[in-house]
């Protein structure tokens, strides 16, 4: 069976996946939360809507490895999309019950089957090996079940349109059903077997076919592992970007949104080369690390080759995505919080001096450090990174006062949530203003927690 592929945590540069795919470190996929602690809070968990054991390991493969080229993309794209047309064509079988059965068949030791059955051999095995031949039955009614549905999911992937994926699976599909008795066993039905079919297809299933049987197991992990992002698709109402095969990274998102909220609201992005550097305010709790979580896990979800949470969306292949979003200190390794703030930053300007495209996310620069020292070192990172024009940035900070110097260049965008006050109450409307926020409610929030009153008690 194909497996999630285990990374190695030990070191920054060693957590990058490796190959010709989009480049993702670990930080990055828990910033994101594609995986997370609490299953629950994972984008894995909302998009696993798999039937089989198997099709959830296939599943956390897939979103472990976002693809390496546009080509690659266009064709899941079409995967996904063929399977969404079909849903409810989908054969109820092979089920996790029945492919357990199966798996397990393989396992457990029974009396060896008659090489030739026949009437008496038959009626031999099933008087004098009764439990044996009781597992047998149970297990080839099982089976009949999974070959039936595999011979019908594969006339429903054939079509040229499902897309070359889809074809070559439903090719390598019908040549295995074509093995000595399976097409047999395909006509027959379940409750009607005889004991000389049973101990023949069991003799043929457990002898012959354990190779075939993993590798029809190992393609339906697959296909349930598309179907359940096709499915998730639909439920959450997304829509298939268009990549462009551009050399320059672009995006351009409307009604963009983050769809693990409850009730999400809607963003509009737009970053080019001309303008790729988006400086980003406003109030804590105002919405800032929601935007720049989705546009990051959009721009994720659109290199698996699924939707994407927008109504439309059209982006640039990027090589790499980086975050900066919640950056811990390690107490084991006496490494302050600034400390590791200031070791991302290094590593990521090293990343993405490669000359290829990035998309940086960046929370909050420089949380830990004082007023002073923020303010000196983020603008000083900020004039650095605006002259990368190979990769697309999303910063927000809290320190607005930097905003005014950093007007004069031409390439940085300015958005900030907006935040109203009414009877010491905040509203908060969620959507991007253009221009930078002057909000300062860290007093209003600590009196409206009822944090002053308690102090005036002492």
Not at 132 to 140: E, G, K, N, Q, R
């Given at each position: 069976?194909?497996?999630?592929?285990?990374?190695?945590?030990?070191?920054?540069?060693?957590?990058?996946?490796?190959?010709?795919?989009?480049?993702?470190?670990?930080?990055?996929?828990?910033?994101?939360?594609?995986?997370?602690?609490?299953?629950?809070?994972?984008?894995?968990?909302?998009?696993?809507?798999?039937?089989?054991?198997?099709?959830?390991?296939?599943?956390?493969?897939?979103?472990?490895?976002?693809?390496?080229?546009?080509?690659?993309?266009?064709?899941?794209?079409?995967?996904?999309?063929?399977?969404?047309?079909?849903?409810?064509?989908?054969?109820?079988?092979?089920?996790?019950?029945t492919i357990m059965v199966l798996d397990k068949f393989y396992?457990?030791?029974?009396?060896?089957?008659?090489?030739?059955?026949?009437?008496?051999?038959?009626?031999?095995?099933?008087?004098?090996h009764k439990g044996d031949y009781s597992m047998t039955l149970f297990t080839i009614q099982h089976t009949l079940d999974f070959l039936k549905g595999m011979d019908r999911i594969a006339g429903l992937i054939a079509p040229k349109e499902a897309g070359n994926q889809l074809n070559l699976l439903a090719e390598r599909i019908r040549m295995i059903l074509q093995k000595s008795v399976i097409p047999d066993m395909i006509t027959k039905e379940k409750d009607k077997l005889t004991p000389i079919e049973v101990l023949t297809y069991a003799n043929y299933i457990r002898n012959h076919f354990k190779s075939y049987s993993f590798?029809?197991?190992?393609?339906?992990?697959?296909?349930?592992?598309?179907?359940?992002?096709?499915?998730?698709?639909?439920?959450?109402?997304f829509h298939f970007p268009e990549l462009l095969g551009q050399d320059e990274p672009y995006i351009d998102a409307e009604?963009?949104?983050?769809?693990?909220?409850?009730?999400?609201?809607?963003?509009?992005?737009?970053?080019?080369?001309?303008?790729?550097?988006?400086?980003?305010?406003?109030?804590?709790?105002?919405?800032?690390?929601?935007?720049?979580?989705?546009?990051?896990?959009?721009?994720?979800?659109?290199?698996?080759?699924?939707?994407?949470?927008?109504?439309?969306?059209?982006?640039?292949y990027f090589d790499g995505l980086l975050s900066n979003i919640q950056v811990v200190d390690n107490i084991a390794k006496g490494e302050s919080f600034f400390f590791n703030e200031v070791q991302r930053i290094k590593n990521t300007i090293n990343q993405i001096s490669d000359g290829r495209k990035w998309l940086i996310l960046i929370d909050e620069l420089f949380k830990g450090t004082n007023q002073q020292d923020a303010v000196k070192c983020s603008t000083t990172v900020i004039e650095g990174l605006h002259r990368m024009k190979n990769a697309l940035f999303i910063l927000s900070t809290h320190l607005y006062e930097i905003g005014d110097s950093l007007k004069k260049y031409e390439n940085i965008q300015f958005r900030y949530f907006e935040t109203a006050v009414q009877n010491d109450q905040l509203i908060f409307?969620?959507?991007?203003?253009?221009?930078?926020?002057?909000?300062?409610?860290?007093?209003?929030?600590?009196?409206?927690?009822?944090?002053?009153?308690?102090?005036?008690?002492?």
């Amino acid at each position: 069976m194909e497996k999630a592929p285990s990374m190695n945590l030990s070191g920054e540069k060693d957590c990058f996946l490796t190959g010709t795919n989009m480049q993702v470190d670990k930080i990055t996929l828990n910033d994101l939360s594609i995986f997370h602690g609490d299953e629950d809070q994972s984008v894995f968990n909302h998009l696993n809507l798999t039937t089989t054991n198997e099709g959830r390991n296939h599943l956390r493969y897939l979103l472990s490895n976002p693809l390496g080229s546009v080509t690659a993309i266009l064709d899941t794209q079409q995967t996904i999309r063929h399977l969404g047309n079909i849903l409810g064509q989908w054969p109820l079988s092979p089920t996790n019950g029945t492919i357990m059965v199966l798996d397990k068949f393989y396992e457990t030791a029974a009396e060896p089957y008659p090489h030739h059955a026949d009437l008496v051999s038959s009626l031999w095995y099933r008087i004098f090996h009764k439990g044996d031949y009781s597992m047998t039955l149970f297990t080839i009614q099982h089976t009949l079940d999974f070959l039936k549905g595999m011979d019908r999911i594969a006339g429903l992937i054939a079509p040229k349109e499902a897309g070359n994926q889809l074809n070559l699976l439903a090719e390598r599909i019908r040549m295995i059903l074509q093995k000595s008795v399976i097409p047999d066993m395909i006509t027959k039905e379940k409750d009607k077997l005889t004991p000389i079919e049973v101990l023949t297809y069991a003799n043929y299933i457990r002898n012959h076919f354990k190779s075939y049987s993993f590798e029809l197991i190992d393609i339906y992990a697959k296909l349930d592992a598309y179907m359940s992002l096709a499915k998730a698709g639909t439920k959450y109402g997304f829509h298939f970007p268009e990549l462009l095969g551009q050399d320059e990274p672009y995006i351009d998102a409307e009604e963009l949104f983050h769809f693990m909220l409850p009730t999400p609201v809607n963003y509009s992005v737009n970053l080019s080369v001309q303008k790729n550097f988006l400086f980003l305010t406003g109030a804590n709790m105002a919405g800032k690390s929601t935007f720049i979580k989705a546009a990051g896990l959009a721009v994720y979800l659109a290199h698996i080759g699924m939707a994407v949470p927008a109504k439309r969306m059209q982006l640039s292949y990027f090589d790499g995505l980086l975050s900066n979003i919640q950056v811990v200190d390690n107490i084991a390794k006496g490494e302050s919080f600034f400390f590791n703030e200031v070791q991302r930053i290094k590593n990521t300007i090293n990343q993405i001096s490669d000359g290829r495209k990035w998309l940086i996310l960046i929370d909050e620069l420089f949380k830990g450090t004082n007023q002073q020292d923020a303010v000196k070192c983020s603008t000083t990172v900020i004039e650095g990174l605006h002259r990368m024009k190979n990769a697309l940035f999303i910063l927000s900070t809290h320190l607005y006062e930097i905003g005014d110097s950093l007007k004069k260049y031409e390439n940085i965008q300015f958005r900030y949530f907006e935040t109203a006050v009414q009877n010491d109450q905040l509203i908060f409307s969620y959507q991007l203003k253009e221009g930078i926020s002057n909000d300062r409610l860290g007093y209003l929030i600590l009196k409206r927690e009822g944090v002053v009153d308690l102090l005036e008690k002492l």
